[in-house]
């Protein structure tokens, strides 16, 4: 359905024709159980069905329960872990941003689109059955039946739900915010993709803040700020990632993995790994070749 390429931004195989595209997720059919950190110019709805999860953006944690939605907008890194032993399902819509737009220059487009894009109160937007956003939940969710059961005309009807989903979502940003702090925003994506290229090095906190041009402790806050974790609790995370994708399409010893994903010794990559996976690389690697057959 996507691809996570090397920058973390997830890649939809979506019809340029007709650009929505609905999807399920069972985070405990996710490698390390979880989905990890990315990003996507689509803008984002999910319902969660079953258990309960966290939702981590901008910094903070949101958690969702059946009969829960969350919005997210374009460009945004998000990461979603499950918080119950039987992990979380959930349907997600991602919208390509120029359907909202009718066309290049209306007023549609530029009164009320654009200036939504970095509108601090529509960076995320949770919602709910119950209560105020009952009426957003029916829309979003009616929106889902649409596209999956994709009747005559399901285009047309699914498109003005989507219009009416927005017009429910803009009324919720009417009150002024502060801006948020962009600046922040985009060093904090640059440590982000620093980590992302020199994740199989051996990295220290000043090789970080000295790429980045900032302190120590900024930036450890920039980090901590915008996704919610350390810097290297989430690099020990991304290495991890990257070492299953190497045990399930690989021949490479557990020792050359280790030392390609950038860890220390084999043994305390055996360590996380089991820590993580709930058992060691060779039994991850058997089991997902067992699966192939």
């Known amino acids: 359905m996507f691809f996570v390429d090397a920058n973390q931004k997830a890649n939809f195989a979506m019809s340029y024709a007709f650009p929505l595209i609905v999807h399920e997720t069972c985070l405990k059919d996710k490698p390390l159980g979880?989905?990890?950190?990315?990003?996507?110019?689509?803008?984002?709805?999910?319902?969660?069905?079953?258990?309960e999860m966290v939702m981590t953006l901008q910094g903070c944690n949101y958690t969702l329960r059946p009969r829960d939605g969350i919005f997210i907008?374009?460009?945004?890194?998000?990461?979603?872990?499950?918080?119950?032993?039987?992990?979380?399902?959930?349907?997600?819509?991602?919208?390509?941003?120029?359907?909202?737009?009718?066309?290049?220059?209306?007023?549609?487009?530029?009164?009320?689109?654009?200036?939504?894009?970095k509108d601090p109160q529509m960076q995320v937007v949770t919602f709910s059955a119950e209560g105020e956003d009952e009426l957003l939940f029916a829309q979003v969710s009616e929106l889902f039946r649409v596209l999956q059961d994709g009747d005559f005309g399901y285009?047309?009807?699914?498109?003005?739900?989507?219009?009416?989903?927005?017009?429910?979502?803009?009324?919720?940003?009417?009150?002024?915010?502060?801006?948020p702090q962009l600046n922040e925003r985009?060093?904090?994506?640059?440590?982000?993709?620093?980590?992302?290229?020199?994740?199989?090095?051996?990295?220290?906190?000043?090789d970080i803040a000295e790429e980045i041009h900032v302190s120590k402790s900024e930036c450890c806050r920039l980090f901590q700020s915008s996704y919610g974790c350390s810097i290297f609790t989430y690099l020990t995370d991304y290495r991890l990632q990257k070492s299953v994708l190497l045990l399930t399409d690989s021949l490479l010893s557990?020792?050359?993995?280790?030392?390609?994903?950038g860890f220390n010794s084999t043994s305390y990559f055996i360590k996380r790994f089991r820590e993580k996976v709930g058992m060691t690389p060779l039994q991850y690697r058997k089991k997902a070749a067992q699966s192939k057959h």
């Open 34 to 51: 979880f989905n990890a950190w990315h990003w996507h110019e689509e803008l984002q709805f999910s319902i969660v069905l079953e258990g």
């Open 155 to 179: 285009e047309l009807e699914a498109y003005s739900r989507l219009l009416a989903v927005w017009h429910l979502l803009l009324r919720r940003s009417e009150a002024p915010l502060v801006p």
């Open 254 to 261: 557990v020792l050359d993995i280790s030392d390609m994903c």
């Open 186 to 206: 985009y060093e904090a994506r640059a440590i982000l993709s620093f980590l992302h290229e020199h994740y199989g090095e051996r990295l220290t906190l000043d």
């Open 73 to 117: 907008n374009s460009n945004i890194e998000h990461m979603s872990r499950p918080t119950t032993p039987e992990s979380a399902r959930y349907l997600t819509l991602n919208v390509q941003p120029s359907l909202l737009t009718l066309f290049h220059g209306s007023v549609v487009e530029q009164k009320y689109f654009l200036p939504y894009l």
